[in-house]
């Protein structure tokens, strides 16, 4: 994880910037620069990954262009071979080929990349900064505007409060040029399902995941993985582990008195060999982080705070007790594959559109909390099962197989590992549980119950009259609220509204998101 920023200079000085950009130098702990061509700036806090040394520092420069980019750019290497006969090479990094790739293929580069990313451009000739990001959004990156009507770019929304009246999330798939937004990539609107069957479905899943996987393993820092003792980050844990052939190093967490999933992170890290650490958390833990969490989220959404809270004391733990520096997450699974609550989908064309919506929000739900929670911690996050070319292929299989007619959630993606006995049974065929309630129920609740001492009943009644957008429902989300307005005043339309479950499908007109509302529970959480 880096961080960027890009303006041009009237309203904003470089001299003024610097103590707003300074608020995400988490991002890139390791070294920081900041460069201006005519009165255009870029900024750039560095977190190396690939290309330790200093010659991987951004910005990059190719005459009198220059770059800066957060991302990794798989399978940047043959890129680099293809343009290393016309352009020279000074570093490892992958993001190097920028430049060269726009020099060569202008605004089209950005449909070509294989990568997670959020970048800025400066063009010379053009005069003029240029912005992109990565089709899901995985990389943050947000725009306003300054006094002067001029736009401003950077990577996080805490570093435009107090220079912009709204800030608002660069849409994924989008670039910015010309002063207009143009979507170079849209991977989940689907014309016409593949034909494929259920068994070469599973099979392609396997490919494809496997592919995901591997191409993030690629890192000359230090490798960890969270292992939650689900579905999702087991298989990536498990895949790591066979494709690397040697001991793997995962993480987990889970409360003090009711922690669910710890058992079985345990089960899962024993099974493939894995060096495994598992961090305790407690209430006042828990209470004492809270304020912190949303003012790193940026987010009032009750579901992204919840399980954000296991995640962040998480990463906490593992950037004070290790030298890990990037991560293997198993976000992005659910929203391809199914929740709780899509089990109630009345169709397949209703379970496609659920989806389509769910990745199309990720940037400012569960993407934006790994992301988040990750790199406060001057820790990078790679996320396999977004790998565009899986994304692409699982939005295209028909919706009739994936909708939950099995009895079991996700069962293309478990029926696709089934015959590699990379996890145990227990793991690969166990109900799903909501992270934010499988790191102990206790942990939703005591936040529940610590927001039912903040305020009266007269004073949540008038807390939610304070609100005209996302109006909170609960003491809970009403702390949120203020909470988030205290440190993103008047910036709550960054987020759409609260995630939830669909309320127009019957069982989900609930008013709480977690999955231990819904009849169809059971003994997910056990």
Not at 115 to 132: G, K, N, Q, T
Not at 218 to 233: I, K, Q, R, V, Y
Not at 269 to 278: L, N, P, S, Y
Not at 499 to 526: F, I, T
């Amino acid at each position: 994880m880096c961080s960027i920023m890009g303006f041009t200079v009237g309203a904003l000085t470089p001299e003024e910037a610097r103590e707003y950009f300074d608020r995400t130098s988490s991002r890139g702990p390791d070294m920081s620069r900041v460069v201006c061509r005519n009165d255009k700036c870029l900024w750039f806090h560095r977190l190396a990954i690939m290309g330790l040394d200093e010659s991987g520092m951004q910005p990059f420069f190719l005459g009198d262009d220059a770059a800066v980019c957060n991302g990794e750019l798989y399978g940047f290497r043959s890129v680099r071979e293809e343009l290393s006969a016309k352009y020279e090479f000074k570093s490892e990094s992958d993001c190097e080929i920028i430049l060269p790739m726009y020099r060569e293929y202008g605004l089209d580069m950005f449909s070509m990349l294989d990568a997670e990313f959020a970048m800025i451009i400066y063009d010379a000739e053009r005069d003029e900064l240029i912005a992109a990001r990565d089709p899901i959004g995985i990389r943050p990156l947000y725009y306003g505007r300054l006094s002067d009507g001029s736009v401003i770019f950077a990577s996080e929304a805490k570093n435009l409060v107090g220079l912009c009246g709204e800030i608002m999330p660069f849409p994924p798939g989008h670039y910015y040029a010309g002063g207009e937004f143009v979507r170079y990539a849209d991977l989940t609107s689907v014309s016409e399902y593949s034909p494929d069957g259920i068994e070469e479905v599973c099979r392609k899943i396997r490919q494809k995941l496997i592919a995901g996987v591997e191409k993030r393993l690629d890192a000359d820092a230090p490798l960890g993985f969270l292992l939650s003792g689900g579905l999702d980050s087991s298989l990536v844990c498990a895949i790591s582990a066979k494709i690397l052939g040697e001991k793997i190093r995962t993480f987990a967490i889970g409360m003090d008195i009711d922690p669910i999933d710890l058992k079985y992170a345990r089960e899962a890290a024993e099974f493939i060999g894995a060096e495994h650490t598992e961090v305790i958390m407690t209430r006042q833990q828990v209470l004492d982080s809270l304020e912190e969490v949303v003012a790193l989220l940026g987010t009032y959404d009750i579901t992204t705070i919840r399980a954000s809270m296991g995640m962040y004391l998480c990463c906490k733990a593992i950037h004070e007790r290790s030298d890990i520096r990037v991560l293997l997450t198993g976000e992005i699974s659910d929203e391809l594959f199914g929740y709780k609550y899509t089990d109630f989908a009345p169709s397949p064309e209703a379970f496609q559109a659920e989806a389509k919506k769910r990745v199309d929000e990720l940037h400012m739900y569960d993407v934006l909390r790994a992301d988040r929670c990750i790199s406060v911690n001057s820790l990078e996050a790679r996320v396999p099962f977004g790998d565009l070319d899986f994304v692409r292929y699982v939005m295209s299989v028909d919706p009739k197989l994936k909708v939950n007619s099995y009895d079991m959630g996700k069962y293309l993606l478990r029926k696709a590992f089934a015959e590699d006995h990379i996890l145990p049974e227990s793991i690969l065929w166990r109900q799903k549980a909501a992270f934010s309630d499988a790191v102990g129920h206790s942990m939703v609740d005591d936040l529940k119950e610590y927001a039912e001492t903040v305020y009266t009943d007269e004073e949540f009644e008038a807390g939610c009259r304070k609100y005209d957008f996302a109006v909170p429902f609960t003491k809970e989300s009403l702390l949120y609220r203020d909470i988030f307005e205290k440190h993103y005043p008047g910036q709550a339309r960054m987020v759409k509204d609260f995630w939830m479950p669909n309320p127009e499908w019957v069982g989900e007109d609930v008013k709480d998101p977690s999955a231990r509302v819904l009849s169809n529970y059971g003994a997910s959480g056990q």
